[in-house]
């Protein structure tokens, strides 16, 4: 156990769904992200959080909406998904954005499959 | 850009034998780390190794650094079926501090 926690595991939606994915860390650290790993692409950024402000989008689509509630919980609330948003979606926290303060905390990822 | 890459992209060895991972990165970096990542799980962190640090040991894992080819390897000595598992190095941005990871190395020990 690495101090994060995903829910759901696995997520089938339709296209016309509206799913939320729960990330849940109590390691005290600052800083959370969201990932997508799709197969045999590299780890891809989506968002970046710093005590609950966000500081990085990168060109996501709005279907993919986070929200950062406070600094222990971050959610992925998704709408009108594409089948190539099919993928792995992790949720990671460190302390911080420097040095040993940047190794990052990952949950077990929600597997999410779009129908 | 992408920061990391990894070769080989697939390694398959024997228990009890070395493995060895290489990663290649493009810009100026902080620090390296180095992750693994069970299949379908979350990755978890290995070790980091400072831009101004050549070589560095934790158990049976030994990694290297050299800033001049922008260049990283990791050694795992004595395999073991549970060392099954990708493995990423991961740079940092040093505009933001932000990780950017390679594509992994799949490694697959036998018993």
């Known amino acids: 156990e690495t101090g994060v926690t995903q829910t759901p595991r696995h997520l089938v939606m339709g296209m016309t769904n509206k799913k939320s994915l729960k990330c849940e860390q109590h390691l005290g650290h600052n800083a959370m992200y969201w990932y997508k790993q799709s197969a045999k692409k590299p780890l891809e950024l989506m968002f970046v959080y710093s005590l609950e402000e966000r500081v990085e989008n990168n060109s996501v689509p709005s279907r993919f909406s986070p929200e950062c509630p406070n600094s222990s919980h971050l959610f992925l609330h998704l709408h009108t998904l594409q089948p190539e948003d099919s993928a792995l979606y992790l949720c990671a926290s460190s302390p911080g954005f420097t040095g040993a303060k940047n190794i990052q905390y990952f949950g077990a990822g929600t597997r999410l499959s779009v129908l | 850009s992408q920061q990391g890459e990894e070769d080989p992209q697939a390694l398959s060895i024997q228990e009890g034998e070395n493995a060895t991972m290489n990663c290649s990165y493009k810009t100026s970096i902080n620090n390296l780390q180095w992750y693994r990542q069970n299949s379908g799980r979350g990755l978890v962190h290995l070790i980091l190794i400072r831009s101004n640090e050549r070589e560095k040991h934790s158990g049976r894992l030994r990694v290297t650094l050299d800033t001049s080819k922008k260049s990283s390897s990791l050694l795992i000595t004595a395999s073991r079926a549970a060392d099954t598992a990708s493995y990423f190095c991961?740079?940092?941005?040093?505009?933001?501090?932000?990780?950017?990871f390679g594509t992994g190395t799949r490694l697959l020990v036998s018993p």
């Open positions: 991961a740079t940092d941005d040093t505009g933001f501090q932000k990780l950017v």
